[in-house]
Every structure is written in structure tokens, then in C-alpha cells.
């Protein structure tokens, strides 16, 4: 256990002096990583270091999800290094962005292709040749309402051999203009994702709070998780119906469409917005939810339940829905914890990995949200992880709005303390929402990392269509639901 | 067997859930208290000139206007996150955000507010209505939206907005579609795809730009990773402002364009001067109609019916 105390420790939604983060040689920043992952700990985050001076250094974050602990380390300025990806799969994404950000080479790294800030067509794709092989190129324009990206499938027949999903058409320049614009970056960091206004409007309070030691009280916390699980509701609720419409089953589309604009309404009712945009403020939450509201909302959940129900029934009853849903798509559980995946798409695949449990913050250290956890890793077990989490989060709201804390809606900010570092973990409907902010000697904004858990997850799409039928590949698509916008920032 | 239990079982849940397509445009929609319409500037009110409101707004949809004589605050809807800052931070109360749903123009500049009023689209020429007033096929574009405006696009084909049932309907490729539907700043890596898609719809046709992002670049507007909004680059007949718009506010704004919108349902926006606050207009025709015939057997008056 030598290598940990080259680790500094926090825990979710913590700041510490960016001194205190131990600075090693490359080589050893590379092992402890390493070791510490072979003990269970998990990749949050590995990242460039320093404020946007060169040269860099790398910088990494581990979680203890059993523990709820943080660690982090650092590297010396490098330009090049041995890639993490070949012993760590987990880190192959956040190599390439490290060399697409800063020319930082990973050398050995087996795909080294730019992440988000070249058009798809200047890349090289993976290319297999042989008789009757042929290739699909879909996107970035599809064929619904949904954001551009780039899908590129070697096929044998209807076979999928291979499937290279290419992004970035969605890049915005989110990060740089939330580390130069700290005034107005809320209304920023709720358009990072817009169904994840909510997880990433929160981690971005809390990642700016903690660099200013501002700590919202009980009953800002008991709002915002409100929100929070409100967001999941309409999430989880409206991919059940575009599951359900993605294998034709149109009633239960239907239901569970029209399910999902009560659970937008009630966001609306409390913030005025059916996305909570505007609802979270720094320092607490811009609007309470009065008595009358209260069980308004409260009546309208007791309704949703019992439709919620009824309609999973009907739905899950089908043995004709079952048979398409299962053995679709199916990531191993060994593939999950090599990927490092996050949310429910990991607790799909075995992995009992969730931020309200292992690191809670706010409301979720005292009112608990028992997770789920399936084994198939199938559209199945995805789809039904959104049914029954959507229940444990119904019965949350009901008690929480039952006895909603006392206290301020929120408090007063002061000024960013010097040379900090904080990182801020949300379970967002999708997974594990992280933003990390830097501050410099004048207690301004000197870096801001945002990693949505799509980042962590689209690999995973890739590779569950694998020996699957292109005709499978909407379906299994879907059944993740990731971020296009989240991915590219 | 099996198969016979789940499908009364269906048919079971179908009688459960009843009817719930919404009676839009018919019967004026309702919106909760906090919900934020269109902005309304009274300049009368903003006498102290503390200019408060444009310090909060986080896109500078708030300007003072040039006119010499004196001062006028303008809000840019196009630019506008509704996130009601301004008005919480006015003293004088000079800025509301009503629960009027109503928000699109057809020109740019008919986004910006100075008064209780607004300048709404109006409909599409009459060869244009003529061949899209009945049947308008769009292709949804995102070009780096956040998902919320593309959400917002799918919840109306959803039971209770039905968008299918004023005949429109969102189409696969530019090619079976009459105009494009726009959402996102229209970020760099975006901009050929677009293009091809504008370019792949056969003429005549419009372009439709929903939310802050594709008319302004809303908050990301001050990065450079874009082209500040759908407009820079193809030419934009229909402007739907908002963070994300309110289905209803898109509908609103869809069934303007093409002449769909009756304009005595307008009138039932303003607290109604009518019994009941509700205009005999929202009745379905037919009833109307019987309403009227009788009231003119009872030999009064049609007026008679509001009172």
C-alpha cells in the first residue's frame, strides 16, 4: 500500500490545495495508477494538469467506490510517455483527448485518432477487407431527432464485425467558456447535456461551491435532489417508450411518451422550465416548493406510480417484447469493469457502481436510494434497470416531499480561494456526472474539466453491437441513450 | 394461449388510458404560475435607469436602445434563456414574463420586446400555404444542440401534442421534406452537413430555427466553435425562441406559418372581457353554430351569447 500515500485524498465534492496533490515522475505516476486499479479503484477522470501552461503534466482521478474516497496524483511535465490504454482499456478515450488537447504522445497507444475537434471524414477509420465484407456509413445527419454523429460499421452480410463511432460534431467549446466565464457559467453548464440539465448544472455548483467552501443548506440539497430524480424519472421513462417504439410495440410507446411529459411538468411547475433550467443557483436553489405545490406534486406522482406500473406490467408481461429485448446487445461484466463503464449501464451489467451510494453528498447521506443491479448486460437488463429504478425514485420523492428540510433556499457566495482544486461527482440518469475546477494564485477559474458519463460509455455501444444485425443496432443504441453533446463539449 | 392473456390485457390498459390528446389550438392551454412566456417591457417603469436587469442577463438580451430622447430597454428573445433574471433583479418590476406561450416571428428583428407587445408570424404566401398549409414534411437538423430543443421536436409527436394531426410530420431525409427544422448554434463541424441537407431539399422551401442556440448561439454565444446560430448560413423563414421552447410555443409558432391559427383565438390571450374569461371561439364550430341558431330562434341578439 506504499503507492497510496503518493495520492492525495478527498471526497466527492471536496477541494484541496492543488499543492497537496503529490507531483511524480511520469514512470511512477503511470504504475501507481496501475496498482491502484488492480485494487478495484476506478478512472474518473485523467486529465491535462496545470492552468494551460506548457509543459504539462497529467493529472488523475481514482475513485474508491466501496469507500467513497478520492485519490489523486500528478505527473512532472512530460511530452511523451508510455500509454495507460494497452493495461488500462479505461483510459483510452482520455489519452486521445490528452493528444488531441496538448500533443502529449502516448506512445504504443493502439488508436490514437482524434476525439472531438476534427471533422469525422479527416480521420482514418478501421477497415476490414475480404470477400463479401461491406461497409455502412451512417450519419452525421440520422434519420430521427437526434444529435449528428458518426457511425461506421464492417459488415459480413447482416453481420456487424465492427462498428467505429467517430463524434464531434457537436463540439462547442463548453469547458474553455466555463473557465473563462465564471459569472454566467450556470446557464452554460445546464446546456452541456439538456435531459441532464439538472446533473450538470448541479456537479458544476458544487464543483464552483467547493472552491469557495459555500455550503447550501439542507433543504437547497433536499430541492435539488428532488430535481434531480425528477430528471431521472422523465429519462428513464421517456427511453422505455423509445425502446418500446424502436421494436414496434406502439402502445407502450404511447404511454410511456405521454408518462414522461408529467415528470417534465412537474419540473416545470417547480422551476418553470420543463428542463429546470433556472432552477439551481449557486449557493442553494433559486425557487422552493410551497405547501400547495408540495402536494400537488405529490398527488401527481401518486398517479404516475400507479400508471408507471400498469404499464411496465403490460410491457415486460409481453413474451414478445422479452424475446427481442434479451441476449441483445450484451455487454460481459468483464467488459464492463474493463471499460470502466458508469451508470445504469454498468449496474446493468453487474457492476454495483452508483454516486448516491458509494460517494453520497447533500440529502442521499441521509435518505437512502437502494440501487439495482442486473447481471445480462442486455437491452433487457438496461431497460429494466429504468423500470425499477424509476420506482425507488418515485418512492424517494414521495418521502422527501413528505418532510422537506427546514432552512435557507441558499446562501451567500464569497470568493474563490486560491490554487484549489475541486471535484464534484452527480448521478445523473445516465451515470456519473464529474466536473473539476481549478483555481489559480488570483482566485480566478484556471481550469474546468467536464466529464459526462457518456464519455465513459460510448465504447460500450460499439462494442454490444459486435456479431450482432445492423437491424439490432437502433435498438441497441437506444438502450444506452448517450450524449452526443456531452461527449463533444 | 399466452398471447391471448397479453392482448386483452392490452386492450384492458388501452380503456385505462383514455383519451389525451390535448385540445390545442382549440381551448387555450394553461401554464403554471412560474412558468416564463414572453417578456413584456414596460418603459414607463424603468424610470431610475439602474440598468440592474443588464448586469444578470447572461446572454445580453437586454440593451439599451440608441434613442437619444429617451432611454428604452429592448429584450432580444432570440437571445433570451428565459431564465427570468432580469425580472427578479428589477426594482420597478418593469420587466414580466408572462405565461403566454406565443413567441415566434418570422423576421429576426421581430424578437426584440420594447412593450406589451409583440410582433407574431404571420403565414406563408399564398402559393407557399397552398402547398404546405395541409401537409408540411420537416427534416429535424441538430446542429450542436443540447437535446433539449430536439426533445422538446419529439414530444410533440407524442399523444398528447399529436403533431400528425395538422399534417405535419417530421420526414428521414431532406429529400422527402418541404424545409429543414434547425436546432443548435450550427457548430463548425456541422456547417457542410447542414449545408448538404439545405441543399438536398427540393425548392420551394423554409427553414425553421427553434431555440436560443440556432438564432443567437444563446449561451454559447460568445464562443467561436460556431457560427452563432442556423441563420449565418442558410435563410431562416420561422424564428422559435426559447431554452428549450415549450412544445406549444413550436406548435404555436407552426400552425402561424401556415395560416393554421384562427385569429379570433388570439383574442382569448388577454384576460377576456367576456363572462368566465373564456371567448365563445374556443367552442368546437359545430356547437357554435347551434349555440348561435339557437339564441337567434329566442330572438335575441348574438351578442347576448357572451354575456
Not at chain 1, 262 to 277: A, H, Q, V
Not at chain 1, 394 to 414: I, K, Q
Amino acid at each position: 500500500m506504499s503507492s497510496l500515500s503518493r495520492f492525495a485524498l478527498i471526497r466527492n465534492g471536496e477541494s484541496l490545495k492543488v499543492s497537496q496533490i503529490p507531483e511524480v515522475p511520469i514512470s511512477d505516476f503511470r504504475s501507481d495508477i496501475l496498482k491502484m486499479a488492480s485494487s478495484g479503484k476506478r478512472l474518473c477522470a485523467l486529465i491535462l494538469n496545470g492552468n494551460g501552461k506548457k509543459p504539462a503534466g497529467l493529472l488523475s482521478v481514482l475513485a474508491d467506490d466501496a469507500a467513497g474516497k478520492l485519490y489523486l496524483n500528478s505527473s512532472e511535465p512530460v511530452s511523451s510517455y508510455q500509454a495507460l490504454t494497452l493495461d488500462l482499456p479505461q483510459a483510452h478515450l482520455f489519452e486521445r483527448e490528452i493528444y488531441e488537447n496538448s500533443g502529449i504522445t502516448p506512445e504504443e497507444h493502439p488508436w490514437l485518432k482524434p476525439v472531438r475537434q476534427k471533422p469525422a471524414d479527416e480521420t482514418v477509420f478501421f477497415k476490414e477487407e475480404g470477400e463479401e465484407i461491406h461497409e455502412v456509413a451512417v450519419g452525421p445527419i440520422h434519420a430521427g431527432i437526434i444529435e449528428p454523429g458518426h457511425f461506421r460499421f464492417q459488415c459480413h452480410g447482416e453481420t456487424i464485425h465492427h462498428l467505429e463511432i467517430q463524434l464531434g460534431y457537436q463540439y462547442r467549446g463548453a469547458e474553455k467558456l466555463l473557465r473563462d466565464s465564471t459569472r454566467f457559467s450556470l446557464s452554460i453548464a445546464e446546456s452541456i447535456c439538456g435531459d441532464s440539465a439538472i446533473a450538470h448544472g448541479w456537479a458544476h455548483c458544487r464543483a464552483l461551491e467547493a472552491l469557495q467552501r459555500m455550503n447550501p443548506s439542507l433543504k437547497a440539497e433536499a430541492l435539488r435532489a428532488i430535481l434531480l430524480e425528477t430528471e431521472r424519472l422523465a429519462n428513464h421513462i421517456g427511453d422505455l417508450g423509445a425502446i418500446s417504439n424502436d421494436i414496434g410495440y406502439l402502445p407502450a410507446s404511447a404511454y410511456f411518451g405521454r408518462l414522461r411529459g408529467d415528470f417534465l411538468n412537474i419540473l416545470m411547475l417547480i422551476s418553470g422550465n420543463r428542463y429546470g433550467k433556472g432552477f439551481l443557483k449557486l449557493g442553494g436553489a433559486a425557487f422552493d416548493i410551497p405547501p400547495q405545490m408540495r402536494s400537488q406534486t405529490l398527488e401527481t406522482l401518486g398517479r404516475a406510480k400507479r400508471h408507471l406500473k400498469e404499464i411496465g406490467e403490460m410491457f415486460f408481461g409481453e413474451p414478445s417484447v422479452i424475446s427481442r429485448l434479451e441476449e441483445t446487445g450484451v455487454i460481459s461484466q468483464k467488459v464492463c469493469a474493463d471499460l470502466g463503464l458508469v451508470g445504469l449501464a454498468a449496474r446493468a451489467s453487474g457492476k454495483d457502481i452508483d454516486v448516491r451510494q458509494d460517494h453520497p453528498h447533500g440529502l442521499f447521506r441521509f435518505r437512502y436510494i437502494p440501487t439495482v443491479k442486473l447481471t445480462t448486460g442486455d437491452v433487457f437488463a438496461r431497460a429494466m434497470i429504468r423500470f425499477l429504478e424509476s420506482q425507488r425514485s418515485l418512492d424517494f420523492l414521495s418521502a422527501v416531499l413528505d418532510s422537506l428540510p427546514e432552512g435557507d433556499l441558499a446562501v451567500p457566495g464569497g470568493k474563490f480561494l486560491e490554487e484549489r482544486l475541486s471535484v464534484s461527482l452527480i448521478e445523473g440518469w445516465r451515470g456519473e456526472v464529474c466536473h473539476i475546477a481549478i483555481s489559480d494564485s488570483e482566485g480566478k477559474l484556471s481550469g474546468y474539466k467536464i466529464i459526462d458519463p457518456s464519455f465513459h460509455n460510448w465504447m460500450a455501444v460499439a462494442l454490444s453491437v459486435r456479431q450482432g444485425e445492423i437491424s439490432d443496432f437502433p435498438l441497441c443504441n437506444k438502450s444506452f441513450n448517450l450524449s452526443y453533446a456531452g461527449h463533444d463539449l | 394461449m399466452i398471447y391471448e392473456t397479453a392482448m386483452i390485457e392490452i386492450i384492458k390498459n388501452r380503456f385505462k388510458q383514455g383519451y389525451r390528446t390535448s385540445n390545442f389550438p382549440k381551448e387555450n392551454p394553461e401554464f403554471p404560475e412560474r412558468f416564463r412566456g414572453r417578456p413584456e417591457v414596460n418603459q414607463d417603469l424603468c424610470a431610475s435607469g439602474c440598468a440592474d436587469c443588464l448586469s444578470v442577463c447572461p446572454t445580453q438580451a437586454l440593451q439599451e436602445g440608441h434613442n437619444p430622447e429617451k432611454k428604452t430597454l429592448s429584450l432580444d428573445m432570440g437571445r433570451c434563456l428565459f431564465c427570468g433574471e432580469c425580472a427578479k433583479s428589477c426594482p420597478e418590476g418593469a420587466i414580466v414574463f408572462t405565461c403566454n406561450h406565443r413567441l415566434a416571428a418570422n423576421q429576426r428583428e421581430d424578437l426584440l420586446i420594447q412593450s406589451q407587445e409583440a410582433k407574431l408570424a404571420t403565414s406563408l404566401k399564398e402559393e407557399m400555404r397552398r402547398l404546405f398549409g395541409r401537409s408540411l414534411k420537416l427534416r429535424q437538423v441538430s446542429a450542436g444542440g443540447c437535446s433539449a430543443c430536439e426533445a422538446e421536436l419529439t414530444a410533440l409527436n407524442n399523444v398528447v401534442f399529436d403533431l400528425g394531426r395538422f399534417g405535419i410530420q417530421f420526414v428521414a431525409s431532406p429529400r422527402h421534406a418541404d424545409g429543414l427544422i434547425i436546432t443548435g448554434p450550427v457548430t463548425n463541424h456541422m456547417k457542410e452537413a447542414l449545408q448538404l441537407a439545405y441543399q438536398a431539399v427540393p425548392a420551394p422551401k423554409i427553414v425553421i430555427a427553434i431555440g436560443a442556440c440556432a438564432i443567437s448561439g444563446g449561451p454559447f454565444m460568445d464562443s467561436k466553435e460556431h457560427l452563432g446560430g442556423a441563420a449565418a448560413l442558410v435563410p431562416v423563414d420561422l424564428f422559435i425562441p426559447g431554452c428549450p421552447p415549450h412544445p406549444l410555443t413550436i406548435l404555436d409558432g407552426l400552425l402561424r406559418l401556415l395560416g393554421r391559427l384562427e385569429e379570433k383565438i388570439e383574442t382569448i390571450i388577454s384576460p377576456s372581457p367576456l363572462a368566465g374569461g373564456r371567448s365563445i371561439t374556443s367552442f368546437p364550430k359545430m356547437l357554435r353554430h347551434a349555440l348561435a341558431s339557437r339564441v337567434k330562434a329566442e330572438g335575441k341578439g348574438e351578442g347576448s351569447i357572451n354575456s
